[in-house]
């Protein structure tokens, strides 16, 4: 089983960057697809991005899209969400996810089965 942690949330001033990582151990994330998702305070879980690297399939969200961008670096199991040009309404708990391997990776949470505990981004002057 791929167990996941996040990190590198924190306060980040309108118009500023901040790059999320999310590290696994138990299993690689080639053998996953990835999804980032974020949760506002009384909002339901919302996505932002999914990649397959196998496929090089990517989705974004049409709210972070162009600001937004996923990579990884080999060997260190590590996925990780740049995110840029941040807005309040981007204020939310992060979360990483992988799922079962396919070509076009899932928007929706319910095909992810593992989830890390999520790391706060909170975007304010």
């Known amino acids: 089983q791929i167990l996941l942690v996040e990190s590198g949330g924190g306060l980040v001033q309108p118009g500023g960057s901040v790059r999320l990582s999310c590290a696994a151990s138990g299993r690689s994330f080639s053998s996953y697809s990835v999804g980032w998702f974020r949760q506002a305070p009384g909002k339901e879980r919302e996505f932002v991005a999914a990649v397959t690297w196998s496929s090089g399939n990517t989705a974004y969200a049409e709210s972070v899209k162009g600001r937004v961008t996923m990579s990884r670096v080999n060997g260190v199991n590590t996925e990780y969400l740049q995110m840029n040009s941040l807005k309040p309404e981007d204020t939310a708990v992060y979360y990483c996810?992988?799922?079962?391997?396919?070509?076009?990776?899932?928007?929706?949470?319910?095909?992810?089965?593992?989830w890390g505990q999520g790391t706060q981004v909170t975007v304010s002057s």
């Open positions: 996810a992988a799922g079962p391997l396919i070509a076009t990776p899932p928007r929706s949470p319910f095909e992810y089965d593992h």
